[in-house]
């Protein structure tokens, strides 16, 4: 490529710019949690992007929406990350896992770390695909399970002092993890690095269903197969493994939309974005697309009062000091 902006440069620039503002939102979270429990009488509204770490909460609460028209009161803003990564997989590939998710971010580095220490290897397809399919168990199994919920249960479930505080139980997750929690994150560290984004490609359920909506979506990748001088490189540098040089179009729900295929191709024009395989449009596209799809949606979430919960202080104090001190 000739211009000096890459798709690496600018994919891992939106990912540190968005891992940044999730530090942020976790900061501003804490400070929402002190005058929750008491610990301080100077309020900090909850940051409502805080509930972008809740997804099946947010599936929860679109099954609901989808079912009675209403839209979820308890997490609000969740719900609408939720559509909007959504809309986003599948207008611009699964761009949510390669511009904006922070795990993802961290994912990437490790497997950066694997190719300079020699491993970030795929198994074989006799070991790859039937762990593929894990992700793939783990999403049926929570659709099934809350798609299958009748309408009393799932408004129970919603209205629960579990989901209520759920997004605190998740931050004390991560700020006081169990000895067996740590191993488990070690073991995932060590996987990451020998595997190739072992997380995300065979753990992630979240990846999962973006994957599924993304192969639906109408933007791919598409190889001039005239130009192509089966070099390899494309293959070599996607993420997810995929061979490239074999496809003539790749709607793989493995494809993240980071472009690093087409940075890498030697030959101009032979690897680009298009739409249904047919019109090219520019790989600068799918990253802005992502990010301008969740800007989008969070003015409109603000617009309409969709994004901050409508209950009262006195009430959201009440619910989380209580409920935090079973913890």
């Given at each position: 490529m000739n211009t000096s902006i890459t798709p690496t440069r600018f994919r891992l620039a939106v990912q540190a710019v968005f891992t940044l503002f999730c530090i942020y939102v976790g900061l501003r979270f804490v400070a929402f949690l002190a005058w929750a429990v008491g610990t301080t009488e100077v309020f900090t509204p909850k940051p409502g992007a805080v509930e972008g770490f809740l997804p099946i909460s947010?599936?929860?609460?679109?099954?609901?929406?989808l079912t009675t028209g209403q839209w979820d009161s308890v997490h609000?803003?969740?719900?609408?990350?939720?559509?909007?990564?959504?809309?986003?997989?599948?207008?611009?590939?699964?761009?949510?896992?390669g511009y904006i998710c922070p795990v993802g971010f961290l994912s990437g580095l490790l497997e950066r770390l694997g190719r300079r220490m020699g491993l970030g290897v795929i198994p074989p397809?006799?070991?790859?695909?039937?762990?593929?399919?894990?992700?793939?168990?783990l999403l049926g199994g929570f659709l099934f399970a809350i798609f299958s919920m009748d309408t009393r249960s799932l408004e129970s479930f919603i209205s629960s002092p579990f989901n209520l505080v759920s997004d605190a139980k998740m931050l004390h997750f991560f700020m006081k993890p169990t000895l067996l929690s740590l191993l488990a994150i070690g073991v995932l560290v060590v996987l990451n690095v020998v595997i190739r984004n072992f997380w995300c490609r065979y753990l992630c359920p979240y990846g999962a269903l973006l994957g599924l909506f993304s192969w639906a979506g109408p933007s791919c990748i598409r190889r001039n197969t005239t130009t192509c001088i089966d070099c390899g490189k494309c293959a070599k540098a996607?993420?997810?493994?995929?061979?490239?040089q074999t496809k003539k179009?790749?709607?793989?729900?493995?494809?993240?939309?980071?472009?690093?295929?087409?940075?890498v191709c030697p030959i101009d024009d032979c690897l680009g974005f298009s739409l249904n395989g047919r019109k090219r449009i520019p790989w600068l596209t799918i990253g802005i697309g992502c990010v301008a799809t969740l800007l989008l949606v969070w003015g409109l979430a603000r617009m309409t009062g969709h994004w901050d919960s409508t209950m009262p202080k006195d009430m959201i104090r009440n619910i989380y000091s209580t409920m935090l001190e079973k913890i």
């Open positions: 947010a599936l929860l609460g679109l099954r609901r929406l609000p803003a969740g719900l609408a990350i939720f559509i909007a990564v959504l809309l986003m997989a599948f207008l611009f590939r699964k761009g949510f896992c397809k006799l070991i790859d695909l039937p762990l593929t399919g894990l992700k793939y168990l996607c993420p997810a493994g995929i061979t490239v179009v790749v709607r793989s729900p493995e494809c993240i939309g980071c472009g690093e295929c087409v940075g």
